[in-house]
């Protein structure tokens, strides 16, 4: 019995993060408070970065908890303390939440089929990487530079439309 | 069900979550952060697709993921700021006004 357990342990801890992540997904729908939403959030990806980790893709662990829990999600809350949100009143949900409702058991439908039908054999196992983060290093540095070398190529944009964004609003302020 | 079909279906069920947050939700920083969860969502499929193919290419995707993750966050929070600053409130039908 132990030694069952134990054998599927790995399987039994991939889902428990299945399961937390899909809760956590889920709480970020009904709970009214941005803080709130934001801390669902960031369960969800801590338990992806679990998921990555129990799959043997650990630099992809690494950055998401790094890029996606470390600066996305601190940055979101602090723009969320900065602004003192608080829904007290009013509706939490559009007028598409019947639209919309009706598209997620849609699309909830398309998961259950595309799931139980047999997916191709895999060539690889999964839980068994054949790449680490040197052969990622390799493949990213040699086959994928042009991708490299755009993703500093949007960066920069990126830092350029934020100040874009913060002149034009000094500029309103002042004129 | 085998464990790609698990994580496939985690994967559709992150996206479609998210998918519906951003329809429903009227607060724009919970509809940002619905987008996120559907990158998420992506990015998990792309890891287990990787893992089928035994290949890297995968994972080079996801990594360019993050990074549009972090520029696309970089540009929505000003302009939500800006927003929330000219309008009082975060909540999606005071932008009705806003023009291309």
Same mark, same amino acid.
């Given at each position: 019995?132990? +030694?069952?357990?134990?054998?599927? $342990?790995?399987? !039994?801890?991939? !889902?428990?993060?299945?399961?937390? @992540?899909?809760?956590?997904?889920?709480?970020?729908?009904?709970?009214?408070?941005?803080?709130? $939403?934001?801390? @669902?959030?960031?369960?969800?990806?801590?338990?992806?970065?679990?998921? /990555?980790?129990?799959?043997?893709?650990?630099?992809?662990?690494?950055?998401?908890?790094?890029?996606?829990?470390?600066?996305?999600?601190?940055?979101?809350? /602090?723009?969320?303390?900065?602004? +003192?949100? %608080? +829904?007290?009143?009013?509706?939490? /949900?559009?007028?598409?939440?019947?639209?919309?409702?009706?598209?997620?058991?849609?699309?909830?439908?398309?998961?259950?089929?595309?799931?139980?039908?047999?997916?191709?054999?895999?060539?690889?196992?999964?839980?068994?990487?054949?790449?680490?983060?040197?052969?990622?290093?390799?493949?990213?540095?040699?086959? /994928?530079?042009?991708?490299?070398?755009?993703?500093?190529?949007?960066?920069?944009?990126?830092? $350029?439309?934020?100040?874009?964004?913060?002149?034009?609003?000094?500029?309103? %302020?002042?004129? | 069900?085998?464990? &790609?079909?698990?994580?496939?279906?985690?994967?559709?069920?992150?996206?479609?979550?998210?998918?519906?947050?951003?329809?429903?939700?009227?607060?724009?920083?919970?509809?940002?952060?619905?987008?996120?969860?559907?990158?998420?969502?992506?990015?998990?499929?792309?890891? =287990?697709?990787?893992?089928? =193919?035994?290949?890297?290419?995968?994972?080079?995707?996801?990594?360019?993921?993050?990074?549009?993750?972090?520029?696309?966050?970089?540009?929505?929070?000003?302009?939500?700021?800006?927003?929330?600053?000219?309008?009082? &409130?975060?909540?999606?039908?005071?932008?009705?006004?806003?023009?291309?």
């Amino acid at each position: 019995m132990i +030694e069952t357990l134990l054998a599927n $342990v790995d399987t !039994l801890l991939l !889902l428990f993060c299945a399961f937390g @992540a899909l809760g956590g997904a889920a709480l970020m729908l009904v709970l009214r408070q941005p803080m709130r $939403v934001a801390m @669902a959030l960031i369960t969800t990806m801590v338990f992806l970065g679990a998921i /990555y980790g129990l799959l043997g893709v650990h630099f992809i662990a690494a950055f998401q908890v790094l890029i996606y829990v470390g600066a996305v999600m601190v940055f979101m809350v /602090y723009v969320i303390m900065l602004l +003192e949100v %608080r +829904e007290t009143a009013g509706r939490r /949900y559009s007028g598409l939440l019947i639209p919309g409702a009706a598209g997620f058991l849609a699309l909830l439908g398309a998961i259950v089929i595309s799931v139980w039908r047999p997916l191709p054999s895999p060539i690889g196992e999964i839980g068994d990487t054949s790449y680490g983060i040197a052969g990622f290093s390799v493949a990213f540095l040699g086959e /994928y530079w042009l991708l490299f070398e755009l993703t500093s190529v949007l960066l920069v944009a990126a830092v $350029v439309a934020a100040l874009a964004v913060i002149r034009v609003s000094r500029g309103s %302020r002042h004129g | 069900m085998d464990r &790609t079909q698990l994580l496939i279906g985690v994967a559709v069920a992150l996206f479609s979550l998210g998918l519906v947050g951003v329809v429903v939700r009227r607060n724009v920083l919970v509809m940002l952060m619905c987008m996120e969860l559907m990158l998420n969502g992506v990015n998990l499929s792309l890891v =287990t697709f990787a893992q089928q =193919t035994a290949t890297a290419a995968g994972a080079v995707l996801v990594f360019l993921v993050f990074v549009v993750a972090t520029a696309e966050i970089a540009i929505a929070i000003p302009i939500v700021l800006l927003l929330a600053r000219r309008k009082r &409130t975060l909540d999606i039908d005071a932008y009705v006004d806003l023009k291309g």
